[in-house]
């Protein structure tokens, strides 16, 4: 989710890719640096933090009238947020510099042959700086050559930037799987992940695509295709305003962040495996031993990730045959938790600077507990301050609602629990085998549920007048009732409420009456027919209902005055799917009522107070 900007024209480089970087903040950022071209060397200059930072830096650096540079801004992936890993890379003399958003599976070897066969050393943690040094390997005076050969030595998804000192009048990029547009300018020209970058300097859009490099200059812009053949592009009139531009198009961050979950579960998963499609769990270092040892598991966190944290302790029972408890945090540092060496403390958090769950986690650190945490942003103090850190790939989270931080939660939860039942020898290779088959069909199940928004926004034109809504649900259904319901009241206001179906009839059953909305969750064959019984329970006395099932579970129609069909997949990973239409039943409901939807009343994105 990094930033690129390259600016290229007559003077003013620094100030103009600084302007660029600060325009794309929305894309989150732990770092950012820039290189420019200075008296026939490249002037590096980075900054942890904000851009201002980087800013105050630059004040130093004598290249107050650069014409050519590459800048960036980084959410780290590899290495946490540092300067030595912030961007540009440069090779080992310095006179080649690059900026790259993706991630270049294949670096490890490639670091192994850089060192081993020329030499090389890293001087950072990040996947990205192979890709300066093997441009320096390539490099013959012919940047685009240079670039274009390297490129043939990635794998992984990147948008690359690069400029070497010896030829000061050109960028070249190269893009694969990752954001990258070229911008016409009067006697400039530029290169960004984004438009909003370049929003105020230029409207003459080329949108680059898979496998092209192109090279830019001051009064040329050139596209290449993968045999480097020259490519004619038609030119792009951007015409939106700079606050549509951030959001890609999208009417609000929460939507396009629903939207880009097939993206972060099929990237969460990557990184969850290796390339034989086996779970290695990147940063957990837990062995057989390590899992033998352990007599209980206590998953902590808040909100939503407390509602994933209800699905992980479903799949550490169900796989791992340990026994799971789940708390909120705020509630668990104040009970006195039975907790020792023998307990794996697991904890979720999106920001990692919840503080309620950095408390927890500190309690149970002194405690004697190990703690795992399942974070989304790299370098946080939840994250540093655990054993083992597994990270969500969710990328920047904007909207305070979270969605895809949920999703990814999801999946890291269940590949731990696949890790840990197949590594103690509780989950059957089969078993194991048919789950994870099961996950990494996600991404596409995902990408096809999306499509069904408009049946999504009709319901929600029929419902978002209703001042009182019920979910409910049987197993795993119960944690996506409760976070269908949380996403629901956070950003409508509207009074909703989730319990487990077989618990209505215990006393809240008393609520329904004529017309009260009742969302019933049937996601499990399992657990189906009983779900159909407690639909029927809240029909005789008058409640209108949605239903959600599995796409050929017809049965429901029977009773539910309406049913969202979410693709046919495993019981045990419904809840991924089956979260994602109640995301968007939300939105739109929130839409309808005319709420602010990015920034509901009385909430904050990271909540660092008790
Ligand atoms: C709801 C939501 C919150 C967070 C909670 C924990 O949409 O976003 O409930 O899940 O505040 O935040 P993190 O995950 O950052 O610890």
Not at 1 to 6: P, Q
Not at 405 to 418: G, K, N
Not at 466 to 481: H, K, L, Q, T
Not at 487 to 497: A, C, D, G, Q, R
């Amino acid at each position: 989710m990094c930033g690129i900007v390259g600016y290229i024209g007559g003077g003013g480089a620094k100030h103009i890719i600084i302007d660029g970087l600060k325009r794309l903040e929305y894309r989150g950022y732990d770092s950012a640096g820039i290189a420019l071209a200075a008296d026939g060397r490249l002037a590096v200059e980075k900054a942890v933090g904000r851009i201002a930072n980087l800013e105050a830096r630059l004040a130093e650096v004598s290249a107050e009238d650069s014409h050519a540079g590459i800048g960036h801004t980084r959410w780290a992936t590899h290495g946490a947020p540092s300067r030595a890993n912030a961007h540009p890379h440069t090779n080992a003399d310095g006179t080649i510099a690059i900026v790259h958003n993706g991630i270049i599976e294949n670096y490890a070897e490639l670091k192994e042959r850089l060192t081993a066969e020329h030499g090389v050393r890293f001087r950072s943690e990040t996947d990205s700086e192979a890709v300066a040094h093997l441009i320096g390997l390539f490099y013959e005076g012919d940047l685009l050559a240079a670039v274009n050969r390297a490129a043939r030595e990635l794998r992984g998804t990147y948008s690359v930037c690069a400029m070497a000192a010896a030829e000061p009048d050109k960028i070249v990029a190269v893009r694969k799987d990752a954001p990258l547009i070229a911008g016409l300018g009067e006697n400039c020209n530029f290169l960004a992940s984004d438009i909003p970058a370049l929003l105020k300097y230029a409207r003459m859009i080329y949108l680059i695509e898979n496998n092209e490099t192109v090279l830019v200059t001051r009064n040329e812009i050139s596209i290449f295709n993968e045999k480097m053949e020259k490519v004619k592009r038609d030119v792009f009139h951007v015409t939106w305003d700079a606050d549509a531009a951030e959001k890609g198009g999208y009417d609000h961050f929460m939507r396009k962040e629903i939207f880009e979950q097939p993206a972060g579960v099929a990237e969460t998963l990557n990184r969850g495996s290796d390339e034989n499609g086996a779970i290695k769990l990147d940063g957990i270092s837990l062995t057989k031993r390590d899992l033998e040892h352990i007599e209980r598991v206590y998953i902590v966190a808040c909100g939503t990730a407390s509602h994933a944290g209800l699905v992980g302790k479903f799949a550490i029972e169900r796989f791992a045959r340990i026994p799971t408890e789940v708390d909120i945090a705020s509630e668990f540092r104040y009970r006195e938790p039975y907790i020792n060496a023998k307990t794996l403390f697991i904890c979720i958090s999106q920001s990692g600077e919840t503080l309620d769950t950095l408390a927890a986690l500190r309690e149970a650190k002194s405690r004697g507990a190990r703690v795992l945490s399942v974070v989304n942003v790299v370098g946080s103090s939840v994250a540093r301050e655990s054993d083992d850190v597994f990270y969500t790939r969710a990328g920047p989270e904007i909207a305070v609602a979270s969605t895809k931080a949920f999703t990814t939660q999801l999946v890291c939860m269940y590949l731990i629990a696949l890790y840990m039942g197949r590594t103690l020898g509780t989950l059957p290779d089969a078993e194991y085998e048919r789950v994870l088959l099961e996950l990494g069909q996600l991404p596409d199940k995902l990408t096809l549920l999306l499509e069904d928004e408009p049946k999504i926004r009709d319901i929600a034109k029929r419902i978002y007048k209703n001042e009182r809504i019920f979910f409910i649900g049987r197993g795993n259904d119960v944690s996506v009732a409760l976070e269908g319901s949380l996403k629901l009241k956070e950003i409508s206001y509207i009074h909703s409420f989730a319990i487990a179906a077989g618990e209505l009839k215990h006393g809240t059953i008393a609520l329904i009456e004529q017309g009260s909305l009742v969302i019933a969750l049937a996601s499990q064959d399992r657990l189906f027919e009983k779900m159909l019984s407690n639909i029927e329970e809240v029909k005789a006395r008058g409640a209108r209902v949605i239903g959600l099932a599995k796409a050929g579970n017809r049965e429901i129609e029977k009773l539910a005055d309406e049913v969202i069909y979410i693709p046919v997949c495993a019981d045990e990973v419904t809840p991924i799917p089956a979260v994602v239409p109640l995301q968007l039943l939300a939105y739109h409901v929130a839409k309808l009522r005319g709420c602010d939807i990015d920034k509901p009343k009385n909430l904050a994105k990271a909540v660092t107070v008790e």
